[in-house]
């Protein structure tokens, strides 16, 4: 994660989309599902990586207990069950910010980039109230993590050079003012 002042850099050279852009019909099966590496899927290995303790580390790919702090709500979560991987940058705002015209592999590598700043784990409810919103849409409901989440949020559309809409610009540029 950069800076807030590196992020308001990246932000400046964003491409802004047109109003009427259009895109094909996004389908979420165009990304692909879970991953699999060394036998875990993208979410097994994102749910060890950002756990704080599991509760059996000998268990494999598999993760039913432990402990996770959900940077959206600011709660902690002691279930996976409780818990799901989110897409920080939605994957129907990729799809509408340029991922549309990416081959497959891209499409799949960026559902799945667990290396970087766009996966995380969340509560049940807090993904399900942010859906494919962007952050002239939504903010998380924990205040304390609003610049980390529009720094993030920054930093992964620069990293695959996807477009932000007017809207977007506007409330990224107002929330990353309030950083330090």
């Known amino acids: 994660i950069s800076t807030s002042a590196v992020a308001k850099t990246q932000l400046a050279a964003l491409t802004v989309r047109a109003a009427n852009a259009s895109a094909p019909t996004f389908q979420r099966s165009s990304f692909g599902g879970w991953a699999t590496t060394l036998g875990c899927t993208t979410r097994e290995t994102v749910l060890k990586r950002d756990a704080t303790q599991v509760a059996d580390p000998t268990s494999g790919c598999t993760v039913t207990t432990g402990k ?15 818990a799901d991987v989110d897409h920080l940058v939605p ?25 970087g700043l766009e996966l995380l784990t969340v509560s049940l409810g807090e993904n399900r109230s942010k859906g494919d919103r962007s952050p002239d849409q939504w903010m998380p409901t924990s205040k ?8 993030r949020w920054v930093n992964v559309k620069t990293q695959y050079s996807l477009s932000i809409s007017e809207n977007e610009k506007k409330a990224l540029t107002d929330g990353l003012a309030k950083c330090p």
């Open 144 to 151: 304390p993590f609003h610049c980390a989440y529009l720094i």
């Open 91 to 115: 994957l129907k705002d990729a799809w509408i910010s340029g991922a549309h015209a990416w081959p497959a592999t891209r499409l799949r590598a960026f559902a799945n980039d667990y290396d």
């Open 68 to 82: 996770w702090l959900d940077p959206y709500s600011g709660t902690t979560l002691t279930l996976a069950s409780q």
